[in-house]
Each structure stands twice: as structure tokens, then as C-alpha cells.
């Protein structure tokens, strides 16, 4: 016996069903949405709210309330809504900003911004530097490129340093020493050359 108002019946279209089947099946959306896809389309193949929310397991509320906002906005209808909330209290013009001025610029006494010379720079907080600079996968203290030494006697150095890993002297030990901080070096065993 049939309980409830009577459905509006639900007939999809090819387009509107290969779009369901794609968000359905896909690995990469949200579980909420994929979970709308499949909801659909079981009402579109005749089974109730009651039969498809033991199948998928969410509520027969759930399931009317999809049902109903498929039939009057179709697929985008789907996706998740806006939500109320407190403004963004930085403007996406600062932002850019922040931005820009991360990678086009650099302090006067330094090679890298830091957070807090950032902050102090465009009167934002430290941690909102940080996280926006964390969002954008911005590093600036971490160099991306490789820089020429200035030094007059540099060729010939790496010609020396080079000749040694090449043709290390009998019964050597070749060390490399690397500068990680300004105020210690760390050194290591870079290889070992036995005859």
C-alpha cells in the first residue's frame, strides 16, 4: 500500500543521464554529490524514497529533498549551495597583492621576505600571511634557481674541486663541505676513494 503524496514521475534525458552516470561513478567529486547522482538516477528507474534510502542508507528525507531540487533546477541542483557565513575579511585585491609582492619584490636588507617583514610590509597579521602563503604554495626562503658565484677565481675552483672527485689522489678521502646556514656548516663524507 502506497504511503505519502504521490511522486512526480522523474524521466531524464540522455544528456541529463550521462551527466548523473559520470558524477556517480566518479573517484574524484565529493561523496555528498556522487551520492546525489545515484539518488537520482534510482528515482529515475521507478524506486521510491523508501527503497533507495535502504540502498544508499541516507534518510527518506534526504532522498526527498533531491529529489525535489532535481526537478526544478536539474543537474546544477545537485551541487552544494552557498552557504551563509562571515565575510572574507581580506579582499581578494590584497591577496593578489600579497601575492605579487611575494614573488616580484625583495626587502631591502634580505634575498627573501620573511612572515614577519611580510606582515609588517602590508599590515597583515603573521599567521595570515603564513596561511595565505601556505594556500599558494609560496616559499620564498626556499630557492628555485642556481646562483653563479661573483668570486674572480670561481672557474678555476670547480675545475680544482671537480678534478678531485674525477681523479682523487690514491688512498684519499674526498669531503664536501656545503654552507646550509650563515652561522655553521655542515660537512660530509661525499665519497670514498679507496685504490
Not at 1 to 25: D, I, T
Not at 60 to 83: C, I, M, S
Request: one cysteine or more; a positive charge.
Amino acid at each position: 500500500m502506497a504511503m505519502g503524496r504521490p511522486k512526480a514521475r522523474l524521466v531524464l534525458s540522455v544528456e541529463q543521464r550521462e551527466q548523473l552516470e559520470n558524477l556517480a561513478n566518479s573517484r574524484s567529486l565529493s561523496v555528498g554529490l556522487v551520492m546525489r547522482a545515484r539518488i537520482i538516477l534510482l528515482s529515475a528507474e521507478g524506486k521510491t524514497n523508501q527503497q533507495i534510502a535502504r540502498q544508499l542508507r541516507p534518510s527518506n528525507a534526504t532522498v526527498g529533498k533531491w529529489r525535489r531540487r532535481f526537478l526544478e533546477q536539474d543537474v546544477p541542483g545537485l551541487h552544494d549551495e552557498l552557504r551563509p557565513g562571515r565575510p572574507r575579511p581580506i579582499s581578494d585585491e590584497r591577496v593578489a597583492q600579497l601575492v605579487r609582492k611575494t614573488l616580484e619584490t625583495k626587502p631591502k636588507d634580505g634575498t627573501h621576505w620573511s612572515v614577519r617583514q611580510m606582515a609588517k610590509q602590508t599590515r597583515l597579521s603573521k599567521s595570515t600571511v603564513h596561511r595565505l602563503w601556505h594556500g599558494f604554495g609560496l616559499e620564498p626562503h626556499r630557492q628555485r634557481h642556481f646562483k653563479l658565484s661573483t668570486d674572480p677565481f670561481f672557474e678555476e675552483k670547480v675545475r680544482d674541486v671537480v678534478g678531485l672527485y674525477l681523479n682523487p689522489p690514491d688512498n684519499a678521502v674526498v669531503l664536501c663541505g656545503d654552507e646550509k646556514r650563515a652561522r655553521s656548516k655542515r660537512w660530509s663524507a661525499a665519497s670514498r676513494c679507496y685504490p
